[in-house]
């Protein structure tokens, strides 16, 4: 017993976290070998507290289940967040190793709770009764909620199916671990190694960061590293004038998952395509698709394939534009770079059509990317995405280089607002922009604490704790990291996300920020992009980092008449990863299924235009097999953008513009606040006053 109680008192993870400024995690106590434990002792704890909601004798009710089950595994909670956060955002092998030997015994205890005898029945009986008990808007939906995860759970299965099904959902969690960790060591193990003489074509702040990555990496002056992460190998094959090595880099980068025999991640996905098959059949669906879209505003695959028809042929039709325009630059500046003895035509390779694309641009927009950097240096542009929230919302961000995070790259705010002249604390807000080693690729939000009312009796406010991880290029020390237009993008995007946790004004946990249907939840994040469009938002952020002179308007006008140019290809790339999504996951039998063979073939039968290829195939597809939240749901940001572009329509239709106070009352109050305390299609007529209109997206992507 003495060896428990001083494992539980040494462990920082199982301390009171309130002794650390705004709760925030212990990250400079916690070593990776503290997790295991602390994760077994706390779902240890979450089950006993789950266990006395369960054996309690009075009559089921709001409050004795819904709002204690609400309340329960607080502490496993916190661990398990900065775990999972930890393992996406510095995930050394260390990490890695307990994120394997857990996946299971996490997948596990899930099962655990929606098997636990009494718990369902309890929460069934306050379900069955929702509309009868003088329960508010909110406390219903939090009742459906619950009961509906039970539900998909399992809870209503037999004994012996809850076993079966918990075998099953247990070796999804190991492979989906399996694959994710196969990825990063693809993209941290695999690089092209250039010299000077490699060189050509690439702007000076791509070489500087690839000469970064090269000291990373401890290598030899003159040296430089492309990494497989696309803010570094993108722009190199957008830019480098040798098709070679363009070749080279592409063929890795689109390959990551299968670059190594000992890791290929082609078989893994299978064996989760077939279990997520016996996971559906045992629900009563035939397909994955259809289980996974059940609970979604789409409902049903069927649903997505009506919006993909909307812009499928379109896009292939812009494309052929596209394709034309870079087959006539071809022609007459480079006619041997891509001859096709068979072919009239110039034959355009996938690692060609970046680089031309980016040719047509330069000569028929008058527009080098590298003339627009230097005026989104990523401070400002943090600068930006502050200052519209402060805006739209009221809310204001103060740096606290005081406060120990993770990572010296991290940067923690408090984050703000004045309420009737009373100033208050809303979130914290931890920033992790750069790329590193053992950080995964991509971008994403997410949670170290979800805000709430209902962590005590007495209805405390805590407030939530958010990050926004990207993998922006670090210049060296000195110098100044410029983004993209395409990264500032990003940056927005992530930030909108980070809003709709910051923003989050409800009751009760399991209904807070994120936490919505899956083609509801881009939204926030698409949305929020629209403002670094805005005349008004780059007049002021989008200034030279040298001289501070404000963008040109002309230069400006060039920019979005370039940024037309290539929504064709945009659309295809991203709608046939779409579309491989769907075909994948409604398979009903895999045995005789070769993924790769059958990625030609549907692509084949789609008529995906010759030299692209999806913008993730299935070895890296980490939205599809690092877990099940975008499984059958990737057309979530298409869905999304039909939201988005209608909904930014209602502050240029309004009399204060892209700051109207009214409007963004109305968004804040049932976009960004409203977690899941409602039904979405609800929550976005009451924002808008009806429902979306599909005619924005389409205008937007030259597609009407």
Known sequence: MSSIINKVDSNPLLQDWSAH????????????????????????????ELQVIASNQQPADFDNTIAAFDR????????????????????VPELQAVELKMAGPLAAHQNKISSLPGLFERINTVYEARNQSNLSAEQVRLVERFHLDFVRAGAKFSAEDQAKYAQITEKLAELCTVFTQNLLADETDITVTLTADDLAGLPTDLIAAARQAAVERNMTEGTYVITLSRSLVEPFITFSERRDLREKAWKLWTSRGELDASRNNLEVAKQILTLRVQQAQMHGYENYAQYALADTMAGHPSKVMELLERVWQPAKLSIDRERSELEQYIKKHAPAATADAENAHPRIEAWDWRYYAEKVRQRNYNLDESELKPYFPLDRMVEAIFDCANQLFGLTF????????????????????????????????????????HKKSGAWMSEYRVQSRNNDAHGTHVVPIIVNNNNFNKAGAGETTLLSFDDARTLFHEFGHGLHGILSNVTYKRLAGTSVLRDFVELPSQLYEHWLSQPAVLSKHARHYQTGAIIPDELLQRMFAANKFGQGFATIEYSACVLVDIALHQLTDLSDVDITSFEQKELGRLGMPQGMVMRHRPAHFAHLFAGSGYASAYYVYLWAEVLDADGFDAFLESAGGCFDQEVAGRVRKFIYSAGNSRDPAEAYRLFRGRDPAIEPMLKKKGLL
């Open 21 to 48: 400024e705004f709760g925030l995690p212990p990250f400079a106590t916690t070593k990776p070998s503290d997790f295991e434990y602390a994760l077994t002792e706390s779902m240890h704890q979450q089950i006993l």
């Open 398 to 437: 103060k740096l606290r280089p005081d406060l120990v995070s993770y990572h010296p790259d991290v940067q923690t705010y408090e984050v703000r607002e004045t309420v009737n002249g009373e100033e208050r604390l809303v979130a914290l807000f931890l920033h992790d922009n750069y790329a590193r080693p």
């Open 72 to 91: 329960s595994g607080s502490a496993f909670q916190q661990v398990m967040n900065m775990f999972d956060n930890l393992c996406s955002s510095n995930g």
